[in-house]
């Protein structure tokens, strides 16, 4: 149904600083439905070296799909998002944005930027949690997904 | 702030010409959880008159979401989705489209015009109206839409 050879697992590239919302974030990618591996990374070099395939992510898959949070130390979530979206080698790969900031700004701003959606991490533990999991069964079981 | 984006009703327009995938998608969004409004045009052209508030569309909204189709009469969606992620005041708005193509050319082309996500309609009624659900729960619920309507 979204459109990967069947056994093939989903790539996804999570760019999150905070390692409470890396496990949590984990857990609900464990417990989908649909075949995927998490990779984390914790900063935007790091998630510009790992898309890049640079030094210690040489033989780093392509993503799937990314989920990006904004606030990252080191390189800017909106600097990863703008790098990404216009590099012709993965400006195709859906980024959700999944960040603590409800600002107008940077929603318009990151919509500008060509982010495919912008969600707000909920403070509380259950509701972040089902909205992990409306990511999870949205964009790997309803969504068509582009080979990359 | 929140309280303002509640109340506001979540304004659809649906790019669609099959009659029958608009009563489907028309009834699930009638019955969904938030106040919505779903405009329906039937061919490119009409889209970008809706968009561009042209004719009879003068006094349109502007969409908080669109849901295209690819394969449509007098002018392509693809040509709409790329007339709409280059215009500077309607690129932001998202772009689902919702189309029977399950072409990986399709697939991947939309994405790179900037679509905000690709589904592939499902034959099937029910599981056309799980889709429509799907859609509507998270484009509505769980995704902050840039112009403020929505959760």
Aim: charge should be negative; hydrophobic fraction near 40%; aromatic fraction near 8%.
């Amino acid at each position: 149904m979204n459109g990967h050879d069947y056994g093939k697992p989903i790539d996804i590239l999570l760019v999150e600083d905070n390692p409470g919302d890396v496990r949590l974030t984990l857990e609900a990618f464990k417990e989908g439905r649909v075949f995927n591996n998490l990779h984390v990374v914790n900063d935007g070099e790091q998630a510009m070296d790992f898309l890049n395939r640079k030094g210690q992510y040489e033989k780093s898959p392509k993503p799937d799909l990314i989920l990006l949070d904004l606030n990252l130390p080191k390189m800017d979530g909106r600097a990863v998002l703008a790098e990404v979206k216009s590099d012709p080698n993965l400006r195709r790969i859906p980024v959700v944005i999944l960040t603590t900031s409800k600002a107008e700004e940077d929603i318009l701003r990151t919509y500008d930027l060509h982010a495919n959606c912008y969600i707000t991490k909920p403070v509380e533990l259950e509701e972040f949690i089902s909205i992990v999991r409306a990511i999870e069964n949205f964009w790997l079981s309803i969504v068509k997904l582009p080979q990359t | 702030m929140f309280a303002d984006r509640d109340e506001q009703v979540v304004k659809i327009l649906l790019v669609e010409d099959s009659i029958g995938d608009i009563r489907l998608t028309q009834e699930v969004f009638k019955e969904g959880k938030l106040n919505n409004e779903l405009y329906t045009v039937k061919d490119g052209e009409e889209a970008t008159s809706f968009l561009h508030k042209k004719g009879p569309y003068a006094n349109s909204p502007r969409p908080d979401l669109i849901l295209l189709d690819l394969n449509l009469p007098k002018k392509d969606g693809r040509e709409v989705l790329k007339e709409i992620k280059s215009d500077k005041d309607l690129a932001r708005i998202p772009v689902v489209v919702l189309t029977t193509s399950k072409a990986e050319e399709d697939i991947e082309r939309t994405y790179d015009l900037h679509a905000n996500c690709y589904i592939t309609k499902p034959i099937d009624i029910d599981q056309f109206i799980h889709v429509a659900k799907s859609i509507e729960d998270f484009w509505f619920s769980i995704v902050k839409l840039p112009s403020g309507a929505g959760g």
